[in-house]
Protein backbone atom coordinates (compact mmCIF):
# COMPACT_ATOMS: atom_id res chain seq x y z
CA UNK A 1 0.00 0.00 0.00
CA UNK A 2 1.66 3.17 -0.87
CA UNK A 3 0.87 5.88 1.60
CA UNK A 4 3.00 8.83 3.31
CA UNK A 5 3.07 9.30 6.98
CA UNK A 6 4.19 12.68 9.01
CA UNK A 7 4.89 12.48 12.76
CA UNK A 8 7.12 14.84 14.87
CA UNK A 9 4.74 17.66 14.99
CA UNK A 10 3.81 19.14 18.42
CA UNK A 11 3.48 22.45 20.69
CA UNK A 12 7.21 24.23 21.25
CA UNK A 13 8.01 27.33 22.57
CA UNK A 14 8.85 30.52 20.55
CA UNK A 15 12.63 29.52 19.68
CA UNK A 16 12.41 25.91 19.71
CA UNK A 17 13.10 23.31 17.78
CA UNK A 18 11.22 20.11 16.33
CA UNK A 19 11.97 17.68 13.32
CA UNK A 20 9.20 16.60 11.02
CA UNK A 21 9.37 12.94 9.58
CA UNK A 22 7.77 11.96 5.90
CA UNK A 23 8.06 8.24 5.79
CA UNK A 24 6.80 6.78 2.82
CA UNK A 25 6.05 2.69 2.10
CA UNK A 26 4.96 1.77 -1.01
CA UNK A 27 7.87 3.46 -3.21
CA UNK A 28 11.09 4.73 -2.54
CA UNK A 29 11.62 8.82 -2.45
CA UNK A 30 14.55 8.38 -5.29
CA UNK A 31 12.83 9.33 -7.98
CA UNK A 32 10.61 11.30 -6.17
CA UNK A 33 10.89 15.27 -5.50
CA UNK A 34 9.61 15.76 -2.02
CA UNK A 35 8.05 18.99 -0.93
CA UNK A 36 7.05 19.94 2.83
CA UNK A 37 3.97 22.64 2.76
CA UNK A 38 2.37 24.41 5.40
CA UNK A 39 -0.98 25.49 6.26
CA UNK A 40 -2.03 27.78 9.03
CA UNK A 41 -5.65 27.89 10.32
CA UNK A 42 -7.99 29.79 8.57
CA UNK A 43 -5.24 30.83 5.48
CA UNK A 44 -3.78 28.72 2.14
CA UNK A 45 -1.66 25.80 2.06
CA UNK A 46 1.77 27.31 1.50
CA UNK A 47 5.18 25.57 0.30
CA UNK A 48 7.57 25.48 2.72
CA UNK A 49 10.49 23.26 1.65
CA UNK A 50 11.43 21.14 -1.28
CA UNK A 51 13.88 18.45 -1.93
CA UNK A 52 14.51 17.42 -5.49
CA UNK A 53 15.71 13.37 -6.09
CA UNK A 54 18.70 14.59 -6.99
CA UNK A 55 19.58 16.46 -3.36
CA UNK A 56 18.98 20.05 -4.27
CA UNK A 57 16.84 21.78 -1.77
CA UNK A 58 14.75 25.02 -1.83
CA UNK A 59 13.17 27.30 0.72
CA UNK A 60 10.41 29.51 1.53
CA UNK A 61 12.05 33.11 2.13
CA UNK A 62 9.98 33.17 5.37
CA UNK A 63 12.02 29.86 6.55
CA UNK A 64 15.22 30.50 5.00
CA UNK A 65 18.30 29.86 7.33
CA UNK A 66 15.96 28.06 10.17
CA UNK A 67 14.29 24.44 8.60
CA UNK A 68 16.53 22.47 6.45
CA UNK A 69 14.71 19.91 4.40
CA UNK A 70 16.78 16.41 4.63
CA UNK A 71 16.15 12.76 2.65
CA UNK A 72 17.62 9.24 4.67
CA UNK A 73 17.21 7.03 1.90
CA UNK A 74 17.76 3.99 4.35
CA UNK A 75 14.98 5.31 6.15
CA UNK A 76 13.14 5.74 3.18
CA UNK A 77 11.68 9.07 5.14
CA UNK A 78 12.56 13.13 4.48
CA UNK A 79 13.06 15.57 7.45
CA UNK A 80 11.96 18.68 8.23
CA UNK A 81 14.27 20.30 10.63
CA UNK A 82 12.56 23.21 12.11
CA UNK A 83 14.78 25.52 14.33
CA UNK A 84 14.20 29.22 15.67
CA UNK A 85 10.51 28.84 15.45
CA UNK A 86 8.26 31.89 15.37
CA UNK A 87 4.59 32.08 16.43
CA UNK A 88 3.35 32.38 13.07
CA UNK A 89 5.15 28.95 12.01
CA UNK A 90 2.02 27.25 13.92
CA UNK A 91 0.45 25.09 11.29
CA UNK A 92 -0.54 22.01 9.69
CA UNK A 93 2.59 20.23 7.56
CA UNK A 94 1.95 18.42 4.75
CA UNK A 95 4.53 16.51 3.02
CA UNK A 96 3.92 15.51 -1.06
CA UNK A 97 5.99 13.44 -3.29
CA UNK A 98 5.97 13.59 -6.68
CA UNK A 99 7.63 11.33 -9.40
CA UNK A 100 9.80 13.18 -11.48
CA UNK A 101 9.22 11.39 -14.66
CA UNK A 102 5.06 10.42 -14.59
CA UNK A 103 4.19 13.36 -11.94
CA UNK A 104 2.31 11.15 -9.97
CA UNK A 105 1.68 12.35 -6.51
CA UNK A 106 1.11 11.30 -2.96
CA UNK A 107 0.06 13.39 -0.15
CA UNK A 108 -0.18 12.80 4.08
CA UNK A 109 -2.70 13.67 6.23
CA UNK A 110 -0.56 16.08 7.49
CA UNK A 111 0.83 16.84 11.46
CA UNK A 112 0.00 19.82 13.69
CA UNK A 113 2.95 22.29 14.79
CA UNK A 114 1.68 24.86 17.48
CA UNK A 115 4.35 27.49 18.21
CA UNK A 116 3.39 29.40 21.39
CA UNK A 117 4.46 30.30 25.21
Known amino acids: QVQLVESGGGLAQPGGSLTLSCAAS????????TTWYRQPPGKQRDMVAV???????TYATSVQGRFTISTDNAKNTVFLQMNSLKPEDTAIYYC???????????WGRGTQVTVSS
Open 96 to 106: KARHRGYGQEY
Open 51 to 57: ISSGGST
Open 26 to 33: GFTFSYYD
